[in-house]
T-cell receptor, first 108, second 116 residues
Framework: GQQVMQIPQYQHVQEGEDFTTYCNSS?????IQWYKQRPGGHPVFLIQ?????EVKKQKRLTFQFGEAKKNSSLHITATQTTDVGTYFC????????FGTGTSLTVIP | EPEVTQTPSHQVTQMGQEVILRCVPI?????FYWYRQILGQKVEFLVS????????KSEIFDDQFSVERPDGSNFTLKIRSTKLEDSAMYFC??????????????FGAGTRLSVL
């Protein structure tokens, strides 16, 4: 069945270091969305990528959709303590599949 | 800013009992969703609902689950006979549209279901 995997599962970084999470789907996706879930909170929409090879930026966050539309990445430059949380990709084929998530801890 | 609201925030029930989780989606949204998140795990899709019927459901959404939009504002998830493994956070979400690339989903704060 459809699977959306993310690596790494956990990442601890010093404040100011960069962070990247990778999302891989077993099948081609029509689009991919990224969500952030703070500890104890609910998923909050960050961005959506639709086109093959698309790159979008939000301040320190850079999102990329692979050429084959089967993978995506989220890169955070110079992490801050406010970046703490779990980042989920979510891919759409016939339904919505959330990735396994990457839990980011930022050490001050 | 409009938001999805869910009640109750925490529901405790005995195994075998029926529970109804309630959601009020954003008022002009047309697509509604339920997700489950077992503690420490990923968010799992349960069901999507549009035009008063289920549009997609996952293998998790078996016969013990049902959804309903009883009026113009509420969207409910019923679990008929709860099992211990149903203990999880249940998120409701809604989106304005459901077509390819148009279903940005807004999540409620969730209902934590504890089955004893």
């Amino acid at each position: 069945g459809q699977q959306v995997m993310q690596i790494p599962q956990y990442q601890h970084v010093q404040e100011g270091e960069d962070f990247t999470t990778y999302c891989n789907s077993s099948t081609t996706l029509s689009n991919i969305q990224w969500y952030k879930q703070r500890p104890g909170g609910h998923p909050v929409f960050l961005i959506q990528l639709v086109k093959s090879g698309e790159v979008k930026k939000q301040k320190r966050l850079t999102f990329q959709f692979g050429e084959a539309k089967k993978n995506s990445s989220l890169h955070i430059t110079a992490t801050q303590t406010t970046d703490v949380g779990t980042y989920f990709c979510a891919g759409e084929s016939n339904q919505f599949y959330f990735g396994t998530g990457t839990s980011l801890t930022v050490i001050p | 800013e409009p938001e999805v609201t869910q009640t109750p925030s925490h529901q405790v029930t005995q195994m075998g009992q029926e529970v109804i989780l309630r959601c009020v989606p954003i008022s002009n949204h047309l697509y509604f969703y339920w997700y489950r998140q077992i503690l420490g795990q990923k968010v799992e899709f349960l069901v999507s609902f549009y035009n008063n019927e289920i549009s997609e459901k996952s293998e998790i959404f078996d016969d013990q689950f049902s959804v309903e939009r009883p009026d113009g504002s509420n969207f409910t998830l019923k679990i008929r006979s709860t099992k211990l493994e149903d203990s999880a956070m249940y998120f409701c979400a809604s989106s304005l549209a459901g077509g390819w690339g148009k279903n940005i989903q807004y999540f409620g704060a969730g209902t934590r279901l504890s089955v004893l």
